[in-house]
């Protein structure tokens, strides 16, 4: 039988220093961006794709943004928020970061044998309570069940669907150098509150998560005729991990000034105690905004009126490289970079 030169039975694994899954794989860091930029976007993406929260479509002459997520936080219910209201939040911040009006989602359940009735009735009010409150309908969805000890509860799933009502292409590669790096509010405190409630540590006060949706937020900027370049959700691997993202696909250099940062003094201390950088802890209600300098007056009043703490943090710079620095509180310079592992697994 003579062989075939052009068959090839081998089909060597793209990232080969790590031969099972580890959780910093799904830690927003840099094994989380090997892990799609070598693997996934190879065998899916397009040469169109862009990296983001949600990507766009246009469909029948219309512009829409899809979107999909996985919720897998442990505990379930948490200060401030629980799995279901985060799931549809999370959903929907996802497509206001590409700009759109979110309109349906699809929802998901994976349940474990065991799992409490009163639970998953107290996850689905709640859900349901989120999605009248974000204006979203869910439309569709799925069960399954698991066998007991295979699930840790419930996993919930959701895609979302909105609509895009502007001519904004609100993405990485619409950043420019000169741009004014905003974020929505104080960061840090949804990882934060996971953490005390996991660990059992005790604060002088109980720090919430800011899970919430920020959809309205984002459309009262596009209606103010706010130029917005880019926008992206502060989830995973926190305000960090999103710059040097953006920083990254924009291939611009961001410098970001640790004095004006918002971050709460209770989630500060927090921090130090647990040794934490609260610029990679997680956030389930806020994001960074890139704008022109013009617009940022009008930016800061609309984000300020919704939350005090929103402020201007940095700026883009005219450098390539693809670089994040920040300006330290005694004036030196360092470079922000990727988390290497997971510094808080399972928070969302």
């Keep these: 039988m003579e062989s075939n030169p052009d068959f090839n039975l081998t089909c060597p694994i793209p990232i080969d220093n790590y031969p099972q899954v580890l959780l910093a794989h799904g830690g927003g860091g840099r094994l989380m961006n090997q892990l799609i930029e070598q693997m996934f976007r190879p065998a899916f993406g397009t040469s169109s794709d862009i990296p983001h929260d949600a990507t766009t479509l246009t469909l029948t002459g219309k512009k829409i943004a899809m979107t999909t997520d996985s ?34 989602l699809s929802v998901g359940f994976i349940l474990e044998e065991g799992l409490p009735m009163t639970t998953l009735w107290q996850i689905i009010q709640r859900m349901q309570m989120a999605a009248k409150g974000a204006d979203i309908q869910i439309v569709t969805g799925d069960t399954k069940v698991v066998d007991r000890g295979k699930g840790d509860g419930i996993f919930i799933n959701t895609a979302g669907i909105g609509i895009i009502e502007h001519e904004l292409r609100i993405c990485p590669e619409s950043v420019q150098p000169g741009d004014i790096i905003l ?36 459309l009262e900027l596009l209606n103010a005729g706010v130029e917005i370049h880019c926008l992206r959700d502060l989830t995973r691997g926190g305000l960090a991990s999103a710059l040097h993202e953006i920083a990254t696909a924009s291939n611009l250099q961001m410098e970001i000034d640790e004095n004006q940062l918002p971050i709460r003094e209770d989630v500060q201390g927090a921090c130090e105690i647990l040794g934490f950088d609260p610029i990679y802890v997680a956030n389930e209600g806020r994001f960074v905004a890139f704008i022109p300098a013009k617009d940022v007056e009008k930016t800061c009043s609309i984000l300020t009126a919704k939350n005090p703490q929103a402020s201007v943090i940095g700026q883009v710079q005219d450098k ?18 990727l988390l290497s592992g997971e510094q808080l697994p399972r928070i969302c």
């Design 320 to 337: 390539a490289g693809g670089l994040v620095t920040m300006r330290s509180k005694i004036g030196s310079t360092r470079i922000v970079d």
């Design 183 to 218: 974020v929505s509010g104080d960061l840090g405190r949804h990882g934060i509150a996971i953490m005390a409630v996991r660990e059992g540590l005790e604060f002088e006060t109980t720090i919430e998560s800011d899970s919430a949706p920020v959809a309205d937020l984002v």
């Design 71 to 104: 919720y897998v936080v442990n505990p379930l219910f948490f200060p401030g928020g629980d799995i279901g209201s985060m799931a549809i939040y999370g959903t929907v911040n996802d497509l206001a970061m590409a700009g759109a009006r979110p309109l349906y």
